[in-house]
């Protein structure tokens, strides 16, 4: 494990600097494990991205364990999720200690409004990388375009990433002549491990929540908090723009429901305002947007004393990252098996030409929220650190940690 000692500490500064969200972390991503490091090639980054699109959960943090997988197998893997979860999920659950002390005043985050500029240079940086790399002829051209168009004006909707993606790998299966058929692959034994133990937690998670809830047991928040996020791990496609509406539904929405109350007067309950504080501020710091499931698992508990509230943290933290992990490590295993049949090979085209596109909508989704059509300072300021952060991510070797410092700095100025 001493010679991973270079790399965990990358994995490290990458967790305290990885501002913007899954859209900034891949262009951190390629610049730092792939230029900087070699720890993979650009072509094992697309397929990394491409897999994990496909799987619920956290496709960023899914990403960076697959990373570890590959440097050190299990052990390294597991190392580097706790790594890179560590931080945010330390800030934000501070943030429902402080956010509970001052109640609904909403937290001064100036020094960061540049970020959300830095973190579209950044993406445009990966989506121009990866188009060079896996778009080269009509087909995936199409489904590049296709894809662009589609994520654009569907951005919201969970069901599009995976649709597009499944979709570019059926495209490309219509002709043989690019990638001809191979020699037969022996069939070869699958660990069922990982999956076994998901389906055994989530069934004994919702087994004891709805029995601590029709038995009002003493600790019942606890069991239904764990439940409720494991549950969101489990089937949230599209990151956290799809994870923060369903927590407005299950800890907003849900309990104003009179008849809700009245089947489940226990049920928990989160002011709105709180939860969009979280919800905003997850943005302005470094690491996976799931983390805001820290946040809301100490506002949760908030009412159970400082040893209940910091163990929701704990709890929100722990569930929301664990099916992501157990799926993605039994998964990826067999990805590598299945990836060697022809039909999945020829697949892969046409999924990276369809994750170029949805890169590419996910840059101009974001900029639409930007002001950068006026014709003020912030407008320039804005359109500079986007250009500036795509050309310096470009054309030099700057790590990518100054980058935001920069940016941090700028916005502490102006």
């Given at each position: 494990m001493l010679r991973h000692i270079p790399f965990l500490?990358?994995?490290?500064?990458?967790?305290i600097t990885a501002f913007g969200g899954p859209q900034g972390h891949l262009g951190m991503v390629m610049k730092t494990f792939v230029d900087r490091r070699r720890d993979i090639s650009k072509e094992e980054l697309m397929e990394y991205i491409?897999?994990?699109?496909?799987?619920?959960?956290?496709?960023?943090?899914?990403?960076?364990t697959l990373i570890g997988y590959k440097r050190g197998g299990l052990s390294l893997a597991v190392l580097t999720l706790l790594i890179w979860i560590l931080p945010a999920c330390t800030l934000m659950g501070g943030l429902s200690f402080l956010v509970s002390s001052i109640g609904k005043e909403h937290l001064n985050s100036t020094a960061f409004q540049f970020i959300q500029p830095?973190?579209?240079?950044?993406?445009?940086?990966?989506?121009?990388?990866?188009?060079?790399?896996?778009?080269?002829?009509?087909?995936?051209?199409i489904i590049m375009l296709l894809a662009l168009g589609l994520t654009y004006f569907l951005f919201k909707m969970p069901?599009?990433?995976?649709?597009?993606?499944?979709?570019?790998?059926?495209?490309?299966?219509?002709?043989?002549?690019r990638i001809p058929e191979k020699e037969v692959i022996k069939p070869r034994h699958i660990r069922w491990t990982n999956i076994w133990l998901f389906v055994l937690i989530f069934a004994v998670a919702g087994t004891c929540s709805?029995?601590?809830?029709?038995?009002?047991?003493?600790?019942?928040?606890?069991?239904?908090?764990?439940?409720?996020?494991?549950?969101?791990?489990?089937?949230?496609?599209g990151g956290g723009d799809v994870l923060i509406p369903m927590m407005l539904d299950q800890y907003v929405a849900r309990p104003s429901s009179?008849?809700?109350?009245?089947?489940?007067?226990?049920?928990?309950?989160?002011?709105k305002d709180q939860l969009l504080t979280?919800?905003?501020?997850?943005?302005?710091?470094?690491?996976?947007?799931?983390?805001?499931?820290?946040?809301?698992?100490?506002?949760?508990?908030e009412k159970e004393g400082r040893a209940g509230q910091l163990m929701g943290c704990i709890i929100g933290s722990v569930a929301i990252f664990l099916p992501s992990a157990l799926l993605v490590l039994f998964f990826f295993p067999v990805w590598q098996i299945l990836k060697k049949y022809v039909l999945v090979h020829r697949s892969l085209e046409g999924i990276n030409a369809a994750v170029v596109g949805i890169m590419w909508a996910a840059t101009l989704y974001l900029l639409k929220d930007v002001s950068v059509g006026s014709f003020n300072s912030i407008s320039l300021l804005n359109i500079g650190v986007i250009t500036g952060t795509f050309l310096v991510l470009q054309l030099s070797k700057?790590?990518?940690?100054?980058?935001?410092?920069?940016?941090?700095?700028l916005g502490w100025i102006f």
């Open positions: 500490k990358a994995v490290f500064l990458h967790s491409s897999f994990c699109q496909l799987l619920p959960g956290a496709s960023s943090t899914q990403t960076l830095m973190a579209i240079g950044f993406l445009a940086f990966a989506a121009f990388r990866a188009f060079k790399i896996s778009v080269t002829n009509l087909i995936t051209q069901w599009i990433f995976p649709v597009l993606i499944v979709l570019g790998g059926v495209a490309t299966n219509f002709s043989s002549k709805e029995l601590a809830r029709k038995q009002s047991w003493e600790n019942r928040k606890a069991f239904n908090l764990f439940e409720n996020f494991y549950r969101f791990g489990s089937f949230v496609f009179a008849k809700v109350e009245k089947r489940n007067p226990g049920i928990i309950r989160i002011e979280g919800a905003g501020m997850v943005r302005a710091i470094p690491g996976p947007v799931f983390s805001i499931a820290s946040f809301v698992g100490g506002m949760a508990m700057l790590p990518p940690p100054f980058i935001v410092l920069f940016c941090l700095l």
